[in-house]
């Protein structure tokens, strides 16, 4: 039996990728990571570890040896620039020096990154060759994390690839990202009003549970120093989006524009070029975008049923 590590197993794509990764029939024994206090489900064993301390690492290491890592642990807004860059830059420098200190020849990592790090160009299409990093604290807080891990790996003999996923959506997608908030708004059946910023931007929306096999094609297929997207490579504006919701939620609540949610210099349309990852491993994103719509409309709902 062969094992993978998850980090930050216990987030939003770290569920969907452990229920994916036990779904798959491979008998595999997977290793959740994460400093939450609670397990989450359907793993075989569960690490409270700091990745900022590489030796909490590397004695795991030497304990439960990963054949794969799928690295997702990490921060993003709300959260201070100074937390971003120290989970995201330093967790990866502790996971890296932890498995390079535990001597596993062979080991595969997939460091997960984000679209934000790219500076999109005029078009918006986004291929791997468009540089960065983005204009976001986040953005440039991946970039250097994708960057320092390509850079680290080669040094330490460890097979390292990136991916850089776009706006993910599914079921239990936190409020935070921009589909999360406009569908707990949607299934609220008190509100009569749904507040929107910009909803004329058009973005690349890939589903969570297209996105975690996508990292597992990669861990798999992926050649070693190569960053990939991950995405649908179709541009959705968010006027469309919400009439989906609109339509998946059985309600047409009043859209009004609201100045608190608007971003300056946000890109008009920001989609990925897919091409490099259906050509290494034959992933394609497959759940339509009003499935991923309807499933997070059910999951909202039962959650608030609770």
């Known amino acids: 039996m062969r094992t993978v590590w998850v980090t930050g197993a216990a987030g939003f794509s770290g569920i ?66 100074e937390a971003m860059w120290n989970a995201n830059v330093g967790g990866t420098i502790g996971l890296l020096v932890g498995l390079w200190k535990a001597d596993l020849p062979g080991v595969r990592v997939v460091s997960v990154g984000s679209a934000a790090e790219y500076e999109p160009p005029a078009d918006g299409f986004v291929t791997e060759q468009c540089p960065g990093p983005g204009p976001s604290a986040y953005g440039r807080s991946k970039w250097a994390q994708s960057m320092l891990a390509l850079q680290m790996s080669g040094q330490a003999g460890i097979e390292l690839m990136v991916t850089r996923v776009f706006n993910l959506i599914g079921p239990r997608l936190p409020t935070r990202l921009v589909a999360g908030a406009l569908c707990a708004q949607f299934v609220d059946p008190t509100s009569t009003v749904v507040r929107v910023g910009n909803t004329s931007t058009r973005r690349d929306f890939v589903d969570v549970r297209d996105a975690v096999a996508a990292y597992w094609s990669v861990a798999e297929r992926g050649r070693p120093g190569e960053t990939y997207n991950v995405c649908s490579g179709r541009p959705v504006s968010v006027e469309s989006v919400l009439g989906m919701l609109a339509e998946a939620a059985g309600r047409s609540p009043r859209i009004e524009m609201d100045a608190a949610r608007l971003r300056a210099n946000d890109p008009a349309v920001v989609f990925g070029d897919n091409a490099k990852i259906r050509q290494a491993t034959g992933w394609t994103a497959s759940i339509p975008l009003t499935e991923s719509l309807r499933d997070m409309i059910s999951a909202a709902r039962q959650a608030a049923a609770r």
């Open 16 to 81: 969907h990728l452990v229920r994916y990764l036990r779904n798959l029939g491979k008998g595999l024994r997977i290793v959740g990571l994460d400093v939450a206090e609670a397990e989450p489900p359907d793993i075989d064993a569960y690490a409270r570890v700091d990745l900022l301390i590489p030796e909490a690492v590397t004695e795991l290491a030497r304990r439960e040896p990963p054949a794969w890592v799928i690295h997702l642990a990490g921060c993003m807004p709300p959260a201070s620039q």
